[in-house]
Each structure stands twice: as C-alpha cells, then as structure tokens.
C-alpha cells in the first residue's frame, strides 16, 4: 500500500506540447532520402524537384490519321479549284507518328481523296496545323514534379515518358516499438490469470504505416528498469524514432520516465488531456523517443497527437488523415476545464443531418473504439456542449460508409449482428451500424431524430400486444413496425444449474446467496423482469445484485458464465452462446419501430429484404430460440 | 491511305455502358478469400464477420489502485465511524489485477489510511465498484467486425485482444496488364526515330494498387493479332480480370476488338466521352477484358469510369477514391450533348472560394493531367458552363494540398519552377502552383479573383517603368508589387547560330527562309517582340512563323531546338536549359502583382521569404540571365 508512486511534473495542454514537442525535434532531425525505382514509388515523397530528361512528344509528331505535306504546296487548293499532291509531295501518317521536314502540315483522311494521278485537296493546310510539336506535352528540363510531393500513379506514367527512371525520395522513417509490461503476453501465448494479450504495439505498428513510416515492433519486456534501459538505447541508435508503451503513468511499476531522463530529455510528462493523460515526450541523443499510456484508448489518442505529426514531419507528409464532419450531438456532455476531452461517438446520417451519440467514456473499452466512428473534442477552454448542438467530429471511419449506414438505436439482439454481417455482403456499399440502449431508449433516440429505427420489445400489460401502443402515445408523424422476430426470454444460469434455480420465485427467496445481474433501466429486458416481479408480489431488494446492470444479453451471459453472477435475464441465444443453462420464461415479439418516409430508401428497403430472405431465417435457426414467420412485415401506425 | 478503319458499332452513354457491364461482370464474378495473419491485414476487407474468441478484460479487474474488499465487510464504515479491516479482509491491486471471490468491491488507494491493525477506511464500498467485469469491453462470441470491413489498426488491436491471430480476407483481385503497339518502346530503351516511350501501363498498374488489386504488367506485344489473342487468352486464364492498351481505337492495326470477339463477347465498343471513346468492354471466359485508349488522358478517364468499379467490386472496397469540392469555372465552358465531357482543371482556393481554370483539352498531354488538379465533368445532357457559373469538381490531388498552394496565374519564367521546389521544402504543408498565360492574361485572372498573384513583365513606353502603370490602370483596389528579378530577353537560335543570326531585323530580312516562332498574344514576350518591331519598322507578315505559338519559354527552346524552327524569343535561362545559342535584346523586370490583403496569408509571406532569401538566389544564379537585389521588396500601389 506504501508503494511509492510518480509525480507527474505537471500537465500542460495538448497544444502547447505538441507545439513544444514538434519544434524541438524539427530541430535536429535530419529528413533522409533514397533513390527507388519510378515503378515502385507510388505514394513515396519526393526528395527534391524532379525535371524531364526527354521532351514529350519526343518529335514533332501527327496529331491525325492522314498526309503530311508542305503547307506551301497545298496553298492554292480550293473546293472550286483542288489541287493534286504527287506521290513525292506527301507522306501517309498515323497519329503520333513523326513530321519530318519539308513536311510542316498534317491533312486528316477524311479531307482527301485518292485519284489516278495522285492525292486530291479541296482546301489549303496552313503550316503546323494537326501537328503536336515536340515538346508540346513536356519540354526536356522543364519540371515535372516539386519538392515534397506525393507520387500518384499519373505521375509516374509522366515520369517514365520523360525518360526518368529512378527517383529520390523520402525515406520513410524507422519507428521502434517496445511494449513493456510483466502482465502481458503475447496474443498466442497460454492465458493465466491476471494476463493481458498484448496488441497496442500492432495497433501502432500499422498506425505508422498510415502516418507514413515504418514500424518495428519488438518482443515484450519485463518491468525492470536495466532491461527498459538497455533496450530503448540500443534501438534509438538504429531507428528514426522509439515508442515505449507502456509505464508511462505514475504507477509504482512505471519506469520509462525514469528511464527517458537517464537516457535523454524528458520535455513533457502528462498531457492535460482525457483519456490519455500519462505521455510522455523526450529526445534521446537526437531522436523523438515517446512513452504512450497503456490503456488502449488512451494508447490511441496519445498516437494520434504526438507520433502522427513527428512521423509526418519525417516523412514530409501532410494529408489529414481524419475527416471532419459537423453533427447534432445526441446528449448533452460536460467536461472538465482542466483537460482537453475525446468522446467517442457513434455517428450516422439520420435524413439530411449527422447525428453523433457519445458512447462511454472509459479508458479501458478498445471495442468502444472499434464501435464508434469517431472523435467529438471538446477544447480545454469549454465546459462541454448541449444537447443537440452542433460539434465537429473527427472521424476515423470513411465518410462513405457513415453515409450508407443503417443508424439502429434501441433494444439489443444478436440478431442485429446478423443482418450487420448480411448487409454489406449483399448490398454493396451498405452497411448497418447498432447502438444498445434498451427500447425505451430506443424509441426516445428516434424521436429526437438520431436513428433510422428503433429495435423493441414493449408488452402493453393491458392489451397483451407488443410494441404498438408504445409507438402510437409516443410519435404524432406516420409511423411502421417492421416485424422482426419471435423470441424466447428465459433466465441464463450457470452450466448444469448447481444453484437449482427453477425461476424467478427462487432468486429472492436465496436470502441473499444467489447473485443476480440486471438489464439497464428501459431496456425491454428489464421490464419484463420488472412486470414479473410485481406480478409474482416479490420486492427488488430482495434479489442480491439487482441495482447491477449491463447493457446487453451477452454481457449479462459473460457475467453469469464468470465467478462473478449466478443469474441474470436473457434470450435463449446469448445463453447458448455462452453455454449457460436456461430457465423459459416466456416468449415476446422483437420488431423495428420506424418513421414511414424511410421505408423508401434503398438501404432500409435492403434491410427489409434481409429479414424476409432465406439466408436470414438460417441464420437465426442457427443462434437457436428465434422464429421469424412474420419477420420483414410492415404494419403501418 | 485507303486502309480500311475499324467502325465503332456505336457509342453508348458513360453511365449506360458502366451500368451494363457492371451488372453482366457481377453475374459471373467470382469473389475470391484468403486466410491471413491479422497482424499483416491493414486495409483488408473482411470476408465475413468475426466474432471474439475471448472476453475482453479475460477476468474482473481493478479498474483502480487500491484495495479489493468484500463490500458486505465495509457497509458500516462512516466518516465518523471508520472501519478496520485486517489483511485477511483485503487484497492489494493495481489497476487491471484480477479481482476474486469472495473479494467484489475495489476501494481506491487514494481513500485508505494505512494503521498499524490494519487498513482503515472512512465510507462503504458498494458491491462491484471499481471493478470492470468480464467482457466489458467485449464478451467471446460477440461480433467484432462485420463482413466486407476495411481493417484499421484499431480494428487489429481488438482482433488481437478477442484471441483472433487469423482472418479471412478478400483476396486481392489479380489484373493482367498488356501494353500494345509496334511504335512503343520499354522507358530505358534506345530512342530511335517515331518512337513513343511505353508508359500507361505503369499508371495503370499503380491505379490497380489504388482501387484494391495487384497489377501485372506484362512487355509490350507488337501490332500482331496472333500474338495479341493468344497472350490475352493465356492471361484471361491466370488472372481475374486483363487490361489491353492500346488497339481499342478504330485505326488500321487497332486489333484488340477483333481479338476480343473472336475470345470471347465484347459488349461495348465506343462510349460518348470525350477524352477517352475508344474503350472496349468484354467478357472472355468468365473475366471481364477492357481495351483502353493509347492517349494517357482517354487511357486515365477510361481507367477510371470502367476498371476502377470492376476492381472495387471484386476486391468488396466501397472507397470514393476522388474527392469533390464545389468551384467557380473561370471560364465559359462549351460541350457537345453528343457526349459527356472530362475539362482537366486546375483549382485554387483564393479568398475564400475555390476557383478552377479549365486547361488544354487534347488527350494526348500526359502532363496536363500532372499539371491539373482535377476534372470538371460536364454531363452529356449540359451544352456547356458558363465563366463564373459554379461546378462540381473531382480532385486527384489532396485538398489540403490546394488549400495550403500560392495559385499563381501568369508570364512564364523558370524561377517560378525554383519557388514552388523550394516552398514545400523549407515551410511544412506550403505549396506553388503556377499557370502561363501571359502577362495581360494573368492580370485579368487577377481581377476575377482566380488567383493569389499575377507574374507579369510589361513595359509602359511612356514611361520607360516596368509594371507599375498596368495594374494602376486595372485594379481600384489597393494592391501591391512584389519586387521578382531583373532577367535577359533575347532571340534564341540554334547552337552555334548555324544561319548567322544577328538580331531581329535578320528574321524579315531572310525572306522566309529563317522558320520564326511566337509567343501567344498577352504574353510579355510578345508585347516586347511587337515593340521592337515597330521601333524597327518591320512588317510582321514579313516574318515566316509569326503565326505559329507557343505558350512558354521553354516550349519556343524545344522548338528551336527540333527541326521545326531556327529562332524565337525567350529568356536566357531557356535557351541555356535547351542549350542553344543566344543573341541578347534587353533586360526587363519580372515582377508579382498581388491585391494587397493576400500580403498577409502564411503562404504569401513565405514566398516573399523565398525570394529574399540566400537559397533563392543562389539557385538562380545557376539558371544564368537574372539578378535578384530587390528580389522580395513590395511596392505598394
């Protein structure tokens, strides 16, 4: 517990350290260059000002099928009084093919008629007409390419017909990577307890290779600091640069700053930034050497800021990598004035707006990287944004697809993974992306325009009917149910039930010795459970672990499958899944609630045709606990 | 001359032809996977959806420094009455340590007070604080990716954390690429007479890389039908999809149609767009087959509206590979409604509007395409744009970059070559780009706010002043001179003056036998060359070539130094580049005009820099024929 911890020397915003940071390495770092084929240097930079060996066209060539003559010869040629060329006065030519003197002029074809005596001209030609000259296209010594541009396959066509055949350009720069840690191991190593597979160093290994350079990630060492020390100094003497990941924190554990002021200088240590905090930015004997935070998200958006534009600068390279585009953000987000913030958010194209919903903000959830599309920053100078404002988002998935996703919010079912995977394979360029809030959420975001359709599963007690009475008291604008499936909920426990669990009687009459895990409040789920309960007279705080709540079926089937639940609520195809054993509860209907004037566009349509095909119902027959007699259905509200 | 041509069966509509060969091509397509190491698969597409092998964290982990606790031991610990837990109530951990039963709650370092019997706490803990369970992140079994996803690193960072090592991929589509022609040469090959430098294939294997596939090319096959059907039919074997270049016109010893009929079913021949009818789109065997036009711009366009999909396509890539911004067309733009019409551009932001200059239209300039910056397409059903009008324009060269360029529109002279290698060079993300239109020219692009600044060396003969009086004369708003360079005028001629040149009243004193050529009107040069014949009193129809222009110093070099012609007008630098003999008229003033607000913009304030600096000057020194000292000074006008 007394274990000494780092300080962080202070932490300065993410813009002074960078500007700090990139001024102090344009200092001493020394931009190289290489000679390379011209076939092999697309998207290579060039080094210097690349000028044309040969003129193009390489003669003074015809720009027409036909004869080259003397203009001089043919200037008296009229429609009334045609001139005849003999055999000696022309020469036949195909385009491109070269003009020698006397000939100064090309007659096309079409424009002569062969005769007896020799070839017949209606008009005169003046001198140079249907003639490229040479040099016309690129003159020999003129310059084809500047300094510190990016080769295009344009270019390199332009290049060889100017007679170039090799080319100096940037080398990219050489990015070492240590991961470092005790706990972690290798992706496939043999899992124990306590060990975490190591992939943020693949993650910035193919990161470099965007940026422009070229990773190379070395195997994991220990936490002790000779090994970290050693390591680090060896290949700052055989790289461009070095990243170190991680130990950049103030943990007990965290040597790299240590390390780095042994070695080098240290410029920043902690980046007033959230996630990603613990950066670390130093030079060792004229390199860029940077420690980066472990978490994955943090790892992330350190790389981004930092490492990007160092790699860049060597590479003298200066695309954006990231788009930006303005969006409605769906709720309202407060930050910190002492940190510049990252949000992930999901992003789609809702009618004529983007919308981006935030999704959580912890530092650990790389799958919440891989599920958002983007960045919603939030400056160090605000205190974050309303409701429905508009921000700028950095996106890290393309425009393209955001704009020909299927945005669906509401209720979790694997189901959705399902037609995710169907669509795109089916219909090009189409794609569905799902966010998990429960129904009630659902039809909330749907109403506030931030999704195509909404997933639910609403009993109306008084009716016995699903989903549309909730539709009806909730929208006024014309409204459809697509019908979805028919689906069994049940009670997941553990595999062999060693519990003896018979129902939901049993979870509160344990006295406390089985653990139960919820859904989240507004999901169908919970409701259901809700509705049982009151119906069966069984009060909440009877059931240990009933404030516990997850936000999907799986994650309440991982919980149960693990020390940590006995019980939680869900579709027979997450216990499945999981290989849990499963309690019948009852089955519901899980349709996609949505507003009429979208069942016309094509990706939707997609969707709907999905639901109704034959791959669809195979599928679902797989996952098991599903029937889809009326799935694809719409019933207009 | 009576050779029989080929006869376009008929032209068909651009996206009529792309709509009925993509559709027959996906017919019979076959797309093809591979398994591959996740680590090597940036930027490949999946082939179907993965799901997690493991849960993401494996276990329940602090999510915390601290202490793991029972939370049953710590419910009445208050501010007022602390508790007091012994070691055996509590496990030390740091954050991503396992947490196990009966520990479920992790109370946070910073809230413990170490004693001397035991660890002493001031608040209960609530069950499950602290701790991130199981699979949040990602539960095994959950989908991680969809089918037909273009890989990130972010995405191989999760891949590797679910357990997933390997993954099925889209097999990159194989393309067969056959330069044709009997004139065509390998790029390192001895020129000879008639000689055209082989290099389409290249771009085009370049553009495979860009749009998902591999390319590869093979050495050209001479205008032989045999040799043409059977290589192209061994290709359609081996590959999925084979490109022919060129042949596909309607000339004399255009094979390829005929070779494509007799292999296989050619379904179009001909499309109306201009550059670029002359495409062939076939289907051999089960593999689509396109001809392609020999001119590199119709090669380009042709490239891109018909193998660029069918790539897309099959490789299962979705990526817009150009982007469009909206611009102002500087000038009227005519087009035919008999076809679809691609108008290379070059685009400026100037102010904050971006403004295109339409360039040459013929398709056989290769580097007008290096030069341009993009296309404005003009659908077959429009007769045309007006100047001003605004249009869609699809870039091949990064925004960013167009952003961040001086667009410069003007007299010609080499130094502005020296400038735009030196810019990107010493001022990161900083770019010169420059059009030659002549003195008067670039002032009136000026005036409509289509560039930054205007190079212009004109002389006001009252005055004997260089360039000062002209933008007086044209601008009402203020605006500014740039000091450029003092540079020598001359007549160039052949090396060694082999006609005895001696000065311009040689050139109507030959009696036509000394072949002339011209600068463009506008043009400074001009202006100069009919200045001195006036002063001279000479006729100019007495000088033969007078007539015939060029649009740049370097181009009226390269035609003194070809047969064409024994004299023209230029600069000495051009004449030393081209090296050719030089009889000297005067020296002039080549300066900038720029609107004074422009003095202001980063990028402007650079190229002052630029001119004033000791690099500038020494590289002109080495052209020969300038002198800097007020290089860089501005006059304010």
């Known amino acids: 517990m007394g274990k000494k911890r780092n300080l962080y020397l202070q932490t300065i915003p993410v813009e002074e350290a960078r500007e700090k940071y990139l001024s102090a390495v344009s200092r001493i770092i020394d931009v190289k260059f290489e000679t390379i084929d011209v076939i092999d240097s697309l998207d290579r930079v060039t080094a210097k000002a690349v000028y044309a060996r040969y003129s193009s066209p390489l003669f003074n060539a015809s720009a027409m099928d036909g004869i080259a003559v003397k203009a001089a010869d043919t200037s008296e040629a009229t429609e009334t009084n045609p001139v005849i060329l003999s055999e000696d006065q022309y020469v036949v030519v195909d385009t491109g093919d070269p003009i020698h003197p006397p000939c100064d002029a090309v007659i096309m074809a079409e424009d002569i008629v062969e005769t007896d005596e020799g070839v017949r001209i209606n008009a005169s030609a003046h001198s140079w007409q249907h003639i490229r000259p040479i040099g016309e296209d690129i003159v020999s010594g003129e310059m084809i390419l500047p300094s510190s541009h990016k080769i295009r396959p344009i270019d390199i066509g332009v290049l060889l017909s100017a007679g170039i055949l090799k080319i100096d350009v940037v080398k990219k720069p050489e990015v070492a990577i240590f991961p470092t840690g005790t706990e972690i191991i290798e992706p496939d190593a043999e899992i124990e307890d306590g060990s975490i597979i190591e992939s943020n160093s693949r993650m910035f290994e193919n990161m470099v290779t965007v940026a422009g350079g070229i990773g190379h990630r070395f195997p994991p060492i220990i936490d002790d600091y000779e090994q970290i020390r050693d390591q680090v100094s060896a290949a700052v003497d055989t790289h461009d640069m070095v990243i170190v990941n991680a130990g950049s924190s103030a943990g007990t554990e965290d040597f790299t700053v240590h390390v780095l002021r042994e070695l080098g200088e240290v410029l920043v240590h902690g980046v007033a930034v959230k996630p990603g905090k613990p950066v670390i930015l130093a030079i060792v004997r004229g390199k860029p050497v940077i420690g980066l935070p472990g978490y994955p998200v943090s790892a992330y958006i350190g790389f981004e800021n930092f490492v990007t534009p160092i790699i860049q600068m060597m590479a003298k390279r200066t695309e954006k990598l990231t788009e930006t585009v303005e969006a409605h953000i769906s709720k309202r987000l407060v930050s910190s004035l002492k940190h510049k913030e990252y949000v992930r958010v999901k992003v789609g194209k809702v009618g004529d707006k983007f919308v981006a919903a935030p999704l959580a903000r912890g530092a650990g959830a790389a799958m919440s990287l891989v599920r958002a599309d983007g960045f919603c920053v939030i400056d160090q100078s605000s205190e974050g944004v309303e409701a429905g404002e508009k ?51 659902g039809l909330m975001a749907l109403r506030r325009g931030e999704a195509h359709m909404a997933p639910i599963h609403l009993l109306d007690e008084a009716t016995g009917e699903y989903n549309v009475s909730y539709i009806k008291k909730m929208f006024k604008e014309p409204m459809a149910l697509i019908k979805g499936v028919h689906r069994i909920q049940g009670i997941m426990v553990k595999k062999g039930n060693p519990l003896g669990i018979k129902g939901i009687a049993d979870l509160a009459a344990s006295g406390g010795s089985i653990r139960y895990v919820n859904r989240q409040r507004g999901a169908g789920t919970r409701v259901l459970f809700d509705y049982r309960l009151k119906k069966e007279n069984i009060d909440p705080s009877s059931i240990t672990g009933y404030d516990r709540e997850m936000a999907t079926h799986m994650a309440v089937a991982a919980a149960v499958a693990s020390d940590g639940a006995d019980a939680g609520m869900g579709v027979l195809s997450a216990a499945k899944a999981m290989e849990l054993d499963f309690i019948e509860v009852g089955p519901e209907e899980y349709d996609f609630a949505i507003p009429a004037e979208y069942l016309q566009l094509p990706h939707i349509k997609a969707f709907i045709e999905i639901l109704q095909s034959e791959e669809f119902r195979g599928r679902i027959e797989e996952l098991g606990g599903y029937s889809a007699e009326n799935a694809g259905k719409i019933i207009m509200i």
């Open 391 to 441: 921000v700028n988002i950095d996106l890290y998935r393309s425009r393209n697809e955001i704009e020909n996703t299927v945005v669906i919010i509401g209720s979790h079912d694997l189901i959705l993974d399902v037609i995710a995977d169907i669509m795109p394979n089916k219909y090009r360029n189409m794609f569905v992306s799902s966010t998990h809030v429960g129904s009630m959420g």
